[in-house]
């Protein structure tokens, strides 16, 4: 791993918004906690590379059968809750006391379970207070396509905002300290979003569509609100989220200046997408090329204190802002 001249990184606090290795992992019979030829991620290369905390996204593709998209869903959390019981190197994130602070453990990985796309909830409340209780702490109200809660970015025709059910969903979200996610939704909803949630919320990996208009991007006026919440924008690896042509490490880099330009160094940080994505950028092939990413930050003059925001450090605010002080099981217990 490439980490010469950059010994102030052995301090900072990783944090990675979204990555899809959990359900590849379980959909490929792969084993998270050991090694893999196939992925871009496992937990030996997250700590390896001094990662702190991982979003691990549980993806199920859009389904007419809610109930089948459900399932999988319950599988990929049994899958994450047997790796994190039988491998002393992994821990939950729950509350606001499970977050990490300096100096980095490097012999830990703290993961905080997420799921991407609300279609699993079936227009349910109750589904989502299920998941909250399996430990789920992030939800990404869309993916790109229409569910009971908003429409996707997909859905360019019908500018379809947040439905009762999903103003329903954002309200619980807050209350029980859920991280609300818009990275997938469509404008309107993002809007509603905006107009409801009075605290942080984020994009766990989304770009800047004034540097490639992709509809998966966010406006600099959808990134400057996000400012304003408090939230944060994960910059994400997916070639064409980033560019045309051929995605290089280079374009990241444009994309992370652009949003510090236009939301501010406080509201920028990573959500690689690693193993959502089939082709990285050339030089980020996978976790461990990330010390490049910071070597390239450098280079280009920006402060340690400014990179160590964007490595980690404003995520770690967000999460600690929103998520619960204590579990529901202390709660019980009071
Ligand atoms: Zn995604």
New binding site residues.
């Given amino acids: 791993m490439i980490t010469e001249g950059l010994e102030w990184y052995q301090e900072a606090l990783l944090v990675d918004a979204?990555n899809?290795t959990l359900s590849r992992m379980r959909d490929g019979e792969m084993d998270f906690c050991i090694r893999q030829a196939a992925t871009h991620t496992d937990l030996p290369r997250l700590l390896e590379v001094g990662m702190s905390v991982q979003v691990l996204?549980m993806?199920a593709a859009p389904c007419a059968n809610k109930s089948i998209s459900l399932h999988k869903i319950l599988s990929y959390a049994e899958y994450a809750h047997q790796c994190i019981e039988h491998d002393p190197r992994l821990l939950v994130v729950q509350t606001k006391k499970d977050l990490p602070s300096p100096p980095p453990d490097r012999d830990r990985l703290r993961v905080i379970l997420g799921v991407?796309g609300g279609d699993c909830l079936g227009g349910e409340l109750w589904v989502l207070e299920l998941l909250f209780r399996l430990g789920v702490r992030l939800l990404?109200l869309t993916?790109?396509n229409r569910n009971a809660l908003a429409d996707g970015v997909w859905e360019t025709r019908s500018n379809g905002g947040l439905t009762n059910f999903g103003h329903e969903v954002v309200g619980r979200m807050q209350e029980l300290g859920m991280i609300i996610d818009v990275?997938?939704l469509a404008p309107a909803g993002f809007w509603d979003v905006a107009k409801v949630v009075e605290g942080p919320f984020i994009a766990?990996?989304s770009n800047a569509a004034a540097l490639c208009p992709h509809p998966?991007n966010l406006t600099d006026e959808q990134a400057r609100s996000i400012a304003e919440h408090g939230g944060v924008i994960g910059v994400?690896f997916?070639q064409p989220h980033l560019t045309d042509g051929t995605a290089r490490l280079e374009h990241v880099v444009e994309h992370v200046e652009h949003f510090w330009r236009v939301a501010g160094e406080e509201h920028v940080g990573l959500g690689t997408?690693y193993d959502?994505i089939d082709t990285p950028p050339i030089g980020l092939e996978e976790v461990t090329c990330l010390p490049r990413l910071i070597q390239e930050l450098e280079k280009r003059g920006h402060s340690q204190n400014r990179i160590q925001k964007f490595l980690g450090q404003n995520f770690l605010r967000v999460f600690r802002d929103i998520l619960p002080t204590v579990s529901g099981d202390d709660q019980r217990h009071q």
């Fill in positions: 979204h899809d996204a993806f991407e990404t993916w790109s990275s997938h766990s990996h998966r994400n997916c997408d959502g």
